[in-house]
């Protein structure tokens, strides 16, 4: 009987969501207890593959999101301030932001999640936004801060968004960044409809403006003083709650490699005001 109450109070909230949004998918209690685990490798596959923001304070906590050299784009931001839309570039941003729809948990919308007339609005109008040719943004003040990514294209992100084993569901994804100190980390919730356990996924590194003239892993030269390199130095995996029950000790951390036949990862900061931040990856996508 409660199974069924709690799964009517689901319902009822995912009917306030477009129906063009694909809602996480519902398991049995049995099942999902039974392999709830195999989430584990799940979470720290996804640590080591994703980067996005929107910005939250100018203040840095050390309180993450998802930074990587990974191939994709991503838009970062936060309730845009009526008394910074005062410039093109602002109010465009501030429309970037509105078109995004809120999604459940707080994750992140994809161009998998949401309808995709909507996508490409969102997309094109990034695409204004990169057209201002901004340079130097590696080196801008304003790149410091806590952000959480809001929409990303990017193919790892489109994956955990859409679905996760067990029912479970991508939350929040944040990154608290200071490019002063060299350090940015990567935090992403992990939850679940019925309240069976909710997790984390975290990731450290290090963070500089990248060398004038270097080349991504596609091609691209970094000519407009818009990139960082960056450097992972852990990986963290956290049960944090099982049936509303905190967790503590369980943990998980790995230290990952550098494969030198790779090329150094990095991300280029192609638009960047007070609440928005655009970044693309190695290959393109939108973060």
Same mark, same amino acid.
């Given at each position: %009987? +409660?199974?069924? @109450?709690?799964?009517?109070?689901?319902? @009822?909230?995912?009917?306030?969501? %477009?129906?063009?949004?694909?809602?996480?998918?519902?398991?049995?209690?049995?099942?999902? !207890?039974?392999? *709830?685990?195999?989430?584990?490798?799940?979470?720290?596959?996804?640590?080591?593959? !994703?980067?996005?923001?929107?910005?939250?304070?100018?203040?840095?906590?050390?309180?993450?999101?998802?930074?990587?050299?990974?191939?994709?784009?991503?838009?970062?931001?936060?309730?845009? =301030?009526?008394?910074?839309?005062?410039?093109?570039? =602002?109010?465009?941003?501030? !429309?970037?932001?509105?078109? +995004?729809?809120?999604?459940?948990?707080?994750?992140?919308?994809?161009?998998?999640?949401?309808?995709?007339?909507?996508?490409? &609005?969102?997309?094109?109008?990034?695409?204004?936004? %990169?057209?201002?040719?901004?340079?130097?943004?590696?080196?801008?003040?304003?790149?410091?801060?806590?952000?959480?990514?809001?929409?990303?294209?990017?193919?790892?992100? !489109?994956?955990?968004?859409?679905? #996760?084993?067990?029912? $479970?569901?991508?939350?929040?994804? *944040?990154?608290?960044?200071?490019?002063?100190?060299? *350090?940015? &980390?990567?935090?992403?919730?992990? &939850?679940?409809? #019925?309240? #069976?356990?909710?997790?984390?996924?975290?990731?450290?590194?290090?963070?500089?403006?990248?060398?004038?003239?270097?080349?991504?892993?596609?091609?691209?030269? =970094?000519?407009?003083?818009?990139?960082?390199?960056?450097?992972?130095?852990?990986?963290?995996?956290?049960?944090?709650?099982? $049936?509303? @029950?905190? +967790?503590?000790? $369980?943990?998980?951390?790995?230290?990952?490699?550098?494969?030198?036949?790779?090329?150094?990862?990095?991300?280029?900061?192609?638009?960047?005001?007070?609440?928005?931040?655009?970044?693309?990856?190695? %290959?393109?996508?939108?973060?």
């Amino acid at each position: %009987e +409660i199974h069924k @109450i709690r799964n009517d109070i689901i319902r @009822i909230r995912n009917d306030t969501i %477009e129906q063009e949004i694909q809602p996480c998918s519902m398991v049995s209690m049995s099942t999902a !207890t039974r392999s *709830f685990f195999s989430l584990v490798c799940v979470a720290l596959c996804w640590s080591s593959n !994703t980067s996005f923001a929107l910005h939250l304070s100018s203040a840095v906590s050390r309180r993450g999101m998802l930074a990587s050299g990974a191939s994709a784009a991503y838009i970062f931001g936060i309730n845009p =301030n009526p008394a910074l839309a005062d410039t093109p570039a =602002n109010t465009s941003s501030a !429309t970037l932001l509105s078109l +995004i729809p809120p999604m459940r948990f707080g994750a992140p919308a994809t161009n998998a999640t949401i309808s995709k007339y909507l996508a490409v &609005e969102i997309e094109t109008m990034a695409a204004s936004l %990169e057209s201002l040719d901004m340079r130097d943004n590696a080196k801008s003040p304003l790149l410091s801060g806590s952000w959480r990514l809001v929409y990303s294209n990017g193919a790892e992100i !489109t994956s955990l968004a859409a679905q #996760l084993p067990l029912g $479970f569901c991508l939350g929040k994804t *944040f990154q608290p960044l200071d490019t002063s100190a060299g *350090f940015f &980390e990567n935090k992403g919730r992990v &939850e679940h409809p #019925l309240g #069976l356990a909710r997790l984390q996924t975290n990731v450290v590194g290090d963070v500089h403006v990248a060398q004038p003239g270097t080349v991504n892993a596609v091609g691209v030269v =970094n000519d407009k003083g818009n990139r960082v390199d960056v450097d992972f130095r852990v990986i963290t995996f956290q049960l944090d709650e099982v $049936f509303g @029950i905190p +967790i503590a000790g $369980f943990q998980k951390s790995l230290t990952p490699k550098a494969d030198p036949e790779k090329a150094q990862p990095a991300n280029d900061v192609t638009y960047l005001d007070k609440t928005t931040r655009i970044v693309r990856g190695g %290959e393109g996508a939108l973060f």
